[in-house]
């Protein structure tokens, strides 16, 4: 039976009132992952939608948000600092006053999650915010006019932060009360991340002329512009690391498998319709699923979990 509010002490009310605020933020930003979270148990989707949350802050703080308020750079990356060492902090205390922090930490306590998945996530925000200028001198003005180009390195490194770390925190909220093998484990470790690699590059694939015309930013290895060959590349590289994470889904635990099956189902048909656009239009064109192909596709996850839980 749900306890009233009444009846909850100060901890458990304000815990309970900051992961409504993480609800919130999934519901204003991402209709799909929304999705995808309604088909986890329960015992995962509040925690699923605190990860979620802390992640969305961070990334808006560094993909404009904290500039179009008129935050300068070198205060961007201060405030990028206070929320990493907020998070840290409330880790360790199980207590944050940021309602997304407290959130994440009451996560991060119960699942295991530590400094070994958030640094490198903070690490790689710090790789969208602009150079800072060296100690007194003046700052340049914001988003140079020349995009960033992130070499093949650089994309390792941010891809990993920002979305394998990602999916790694996924997991262990999945498997906290599950017991596997060494083996088991390495094998679903390597499906989150490849399925967080897959969604960060479809992402960057839709995202293209977004991130050249206002972040300056160019993700994909360096290539000026997006040729039908770089776009085959690209498609063969995000098919492979699906079909790695599709292989790992049948070893989720049951109440997890829909939902996953659902994100992943999603993004392989943003693959197939990224890879049927001409690579001169998707810079102008950001390719999407629409409502009633998603419902369509959380249909089908619903069923294949419920096939497999019954074999």
Known sequence: MMRR?????PLERYTAASEAAAQRVIAAYSTSFGLATRLLGARHRTHIRNIYALVRIADELVDGVAEHAGVAAVEQRRR???????TEQAMRSGYSSNPIVH??????RDAGIDVGLTRPFFASMRMDLPEAPPV???EAPPRAAAVRAFDV?????YVYGSAEVVGLMCLRVFMRDEACSAETAQVLEHGARQLGAAFQNVNFLRDLGDDADRLKRDYLGGEAEMTPELQRRWIE??????????QTVPLLPSDARGAVGCALRLFRRLTERIARTPAVSLRSRRVRVSNPVKAWLALQSIVSARKEGLA
């Open 136 to 138: 007194g001198t003046a």
């Open 103 to 108: 959130a994440f930490a009451v996560t991060a």
């Open 237 to 246: 590289t995000i098919r492979a690391q699906l079909a790695d994470a599709e």
């Open 153 to 157: 390195s650089d994309h390792a490194a």
């Open 5 to 9: 509010a009444d009846d909850l002490g």
């Open 80 to 86: 990028l600092a206070a929320l990493e060492d907020e």
